[in-house]
Nanobody, 126 residues
């Protein structure tokens, strides 16, 4: 079964950038749609970005449009989230998730995704 491990989080000042990585193992990620989610303290997990198989289609939450870019490198079994112009409200634990194409097509519903990483902390603060 696919295993996901996120990395790249950290502490960054407002306006700064981070690139998150989600490395898949035990199975190829090619056949999965992939999503990035985040969860701030005391809040529900929310969808941030989604990418289809082969990276043909992408989708972003309104709050991150124009600042975040999702991409995937199936040869490296890795999905990325480039985050620019970070704001304090971007703070949270970021998770990557994988799910079957049919169910996760353009979806930000947590329940549509079967496989999750352990998360990586992103803190935006001066």
């Amino acid at each position: 079964q696919l295993q996901l491990v996120e990395s790249g989080g950290g502490l960054v000042q407002p306006g700064g950038s981070l690139r998150l990585s989600c490395k898949a193992s035990r199975a190829p990620v090619d056949y999965y749609s992939m999503g990035w989610f985040r969860q701030a303290p005391g809040k529900e997990r929310e969808g941030v970005s989604w990418i289809s198989t082969r990276g043909v289609h992408t989708m972003y939450a309104d709050s991150v449009k124009g600042r975040f870019t999702i991409s995937r490198d199936d040869a490296k079994n890795t999905v990325y989230l480039q985050m620019n112009s970070l704001k304090p409200e971007d703070t949270g634990v970021y998770y990557c998730a994988a799910g079957p194409v049919g169910r996760t097509l353009g979806s930000f519903y947590v329940s549509d995704y079967d496989l999750w990483g352990q998360g990586t902390q992103v803190t935006v603060s001066s």
